[in-house]
């Protein structure tokens, strides 16, 4: 028997948000996990805030919404607040109840930034990571590093002489046309009037150049969590700079394995590394002068063939950073801000990977 088509919507819902997301939900393997991390957080929380005038948005609802956004590639704070008024599994997420008024965008956006000049995302990171290791899943000995360019909000437009002489009448001030052929332009002579912390960078040779920034992560070569995450400005040597960085944060005192890409294959960086008690399982350069820093003494064991199959995997974190993540291309401008983000949503990919790998979420109860 056909049904009927009925337009009339019921008046009243007796099912609460909590009954209407699926038990199998990977969302419900994410939230314990996030309420763990930001439970551990309200210290930190609690110095940001006066104890006096209109209670805010809870810091705890806005990290929920941004980690929302992150996971489902939401690209703007509008577009959020439109899931938040109609998808019940958002707000079950966020914590709002099914009649309760959801914030306006500017008013969200401006809570948020108060969150994002602190460290915030740092210590998220941290708590996320902390479960990590609770429920075994890192391993301390076993390491790979890599970066990936992420693309500034600036286009090649705004890249302009610092000291002001390529200063030509514009046939339309808003969007003119501008003629690069022929013209030397490098990070020396040229800067973003839109984003001046970004610096005009390539991958490789053969790729284009683009105003970016250098993200780098370090995993660990057991399941691919990150353990670490460095943003810096393009500088020809910033993958470099960033292993070191991180490597001078990795806790333990007992000798390591870090491996990473023919970048790396350099002898300043091969001998920092022996120095940090690392042995560097990097690939070998032969093309470069002198050859590579890499000899028989590394190559011939077992575990540089193991690093050098486990390191690949960084590059699927670079793959989910910028395409579920919303980091092919920043929605943020200046240094501080997209470093925050990047170590967000580093964060928020070693949720999805551990929502998998529990067995039951880490502080669930």
Partial sequence: MRGQDTQQSAMFSYLAPEERVPADHPLRRIRPM??????????????????????????????????????????????????????????????????????VPTVYSKNRDRLMEGDIAEKFF?????????????????????????????????????????????????????????EKRSNDTHESTTDPDARLARKSSGHEAQLAYCGNVMIENRH??????ELLQCNGTAERDAAMLMMERLEGSDRVTVAGDKGYDTRDFVSEMRGMNATPHVAQNEKRPGGSAIDGRTTRHEGYRISQQKRKRIEEVFGWLKTVGVLRKTRHRGLPKVEWMFTFTAAAYNLVRMGKLLPSPVGAA
């Fill in 224 to 229: 691919g969590l990150v353990v670490d995450a």
């Fill in 126 to 182: 941290d708590q996320v990571l902390d479960q990590a290791r609770r429920g075994d899943l890192l391993s301390d000995e076993h390491f790979s590093v890599d970066g990936t360019l992420i693309e500034a909000w600036a286009s090649h437009k705004s890249f302009q002489r610092k000291d002001g002489s390529d200063q030509t009448p514009k046939d339309d001030p808003g969007n003119p046309t501008v003629n690069f052929h022929g």
């Fill in 34 to 103: 996030v309420d763990a991390a930001l439970k551990a957080l309200s210290p930190s929380f609690d110095k940001m805030y006066s104890r006096f005038g209109r209670p805010s948005i809870a810091p705890e609802k806005l990290l929920k919404g941004l980690l929302l956004q992150v996971l489902y590639t939401v690209r703007s704070e509008r577009m959020l607040m439109e899931q938040l008024e109609y998808n019940p599994l958002f707000r079950w997420f966020v914590g709002l109840n099914m009649d309760e008024a959801v914030w």
